[in-house]
């Protein structure tokens, strides 16, 4: 299974939104609706930030959301706030019974 | 609250074997199916093996396929990772991670090293 696409880097001021796009195929993002976004600051473990595209688990701030179009998931943080500084990875199950993670994109907060 | 702490890191040589433990506590552990997750220093995300709530099915990545063994002992509240003939590209820290909902990790936990190297 191949890495989705992610951007390496995002930035924003705070107050801003930013959008980070994660790039599949047919085979994973575009024939599955089970895409997430996950949250890792430096040193620590990921948090689980969006699932199956568009819900959010409880305690994570309506400001993320997420989207899907064709092969494309999208995570967009809105009203930028300097703790939102962190790594952020797209997930999609692929194929039959695999998981398959983005190469992440570093969102820096200006 | 949950709570998974890893265990078994460490330095190994290539070709070697090593056990990783998952000890899991603050919800029923028989009830949810639980991943492997690795990351290699300096790098992304790789998802490495998923267990069914019952062990009654396994699904690995292609890269660790024929070499890494993942099972759970419900009675303990611990998950496991058997990594055998270990190489270079092997080295990461491997997170142990509950699965929620459809293919989503909602916890995981702090990881453990693991380091192949001669």
């Known amino acids: 299974q191949s890495a989705l696409t992610q951007p390496p880097s995002a930035s924003g001021s705070p107050g801003q939104s930013v959008t980070i796009s994660c790039t599949g195929t047919?085979?994973?993002?575009?024939?599955?609706?089970?895409v997430s976004w996950y949250q890792q600051h430096p040193g620590k473990a990921p948090k689980l930030m969006i699932y199956?595209?568009?819900e959010r688990p409880s305690g994570v701030p309506d400001r993320f959301s997420g989207s899907k179009s064709g092969v494309t998931a999208s995570l967009t943080v809105s009203g930028l706030q300097a703790e939102d500084e962190a790594d952020y990875y797209c997930?999609?199950?692929?194929?039959?019974?695999?998981?398959?993670f983005g190469g992440g994109t570093k969102l820096t907060v200006l | 609250q949950v709570q998974l702490v890893e265990s078994g890191g460490g330095v190994v040589q290539p070709g070697g074997s090593l056990r990783l433990s998952c000890a899991a506590s603050?919800?029923?552990?028989?009830?949810?199916?639980m991943h492997w997750v690795r990351q290699a220093p300096g790098k992304g995300l790789e998802w490495v093996a998923f267990?069914?709530?019952?062990?009654?099915?396994?699904y690995y990545a292609d890269s660790v396929k024929g070499r890494f063994t993942i099972s759970r002992d419900n009675s303990k509240n611990t998950l496991y990772a058997q990594m055998n003939s270990l190489r270079a590209e092997d080295t990461a820290v491997y997170f142990c991670?509950?699965?929620?909902?459809?293919?989503?990790?909602?916890?995981w936990g702090q990881g453990t090293l693991v380091t192949v190297s001669s």
């Open positions: 997930s999609s199950c692929a194929g039959s019974n695999n998981l398959v």
């Open positions: 199956e595209v568009s």
């Open positions: 991670a509950k699965g929620f909902s459809n293919w989503s990790l909602d916890y």
């Open positions: 267990i069914r709530y019952d062990g009654s099915s396994k």
């Open positions: 603050g919800f029923t552990f028989n009830n949810y199916g």
């Open positions: 047919s085979s994973d993002v575009g024939g599955c609706n089970y």
